[in-house]
């Protein structure tokens, strides 16, 4: 089970850090990452981390401005939130899957398991 938290209503410029609980199995079990998705639109992949947190991959829009992290030992992920800009409005969902230790996946059909979405509002 997945639990994202930390979305809010920020100004475009101003920062935000978003995290994923998981509870279950221990987290290190999971490769891990952040969608996002706005309304009429598909879920696009933001961010992803390995099962050991050694490996990283960013999305193109997002890339220099965000970061994702993990700690095993408490079981969550991050996302910190950078510069944040009008465009990056959305609905964040955090996902986990069985993977392999230095992997991380890109698409969404890859994650067996969805939190509940948290919403990130960037204002002008």
């Known amino acids: 089970q997945l639990q994202a938290y930390g979305g809010g209503l920020v100004q475009a410029g101003e920062s935000l850090r978003l995290a994923c609980k998981a509870s279950g199995r221990t987290s290190s079990t999971y490769s891990m990452g952040w969608f996002r998705q706005v309304p009429g639109k598909e879920r696009e992949f933001v961010a992803a981390?390995?099962?050991?947190?050694?490996?990283?991959g960013y999305a193109d829009s997002v890339k220099g401005r965000f970061t994702i992290s993990r700690d095993n030992a408490k079981t969550t992920m991050y996302l910190q939130m950078n510069s944040l800009k009008l465009e990056d409005t959305a609905v964040y969902y955090c996902?986990?899957?069985?993977?392999?230790?230095?992997?991380?996946?890109?698409?969404?059909?890859?994650?067996?398991?969805w939190g509940q979405g948290t919403l990130v509002t960037v204002s002008s």
């Open positions: 996902a986990a899957t069985l993977g392999s230790l230095n992997y991380y996946y890109r698409v969404t059909s890859a994650y067996a398991y």
């Open positions: 981390i390995s099962r050991s947190g050694d490996s990283t």
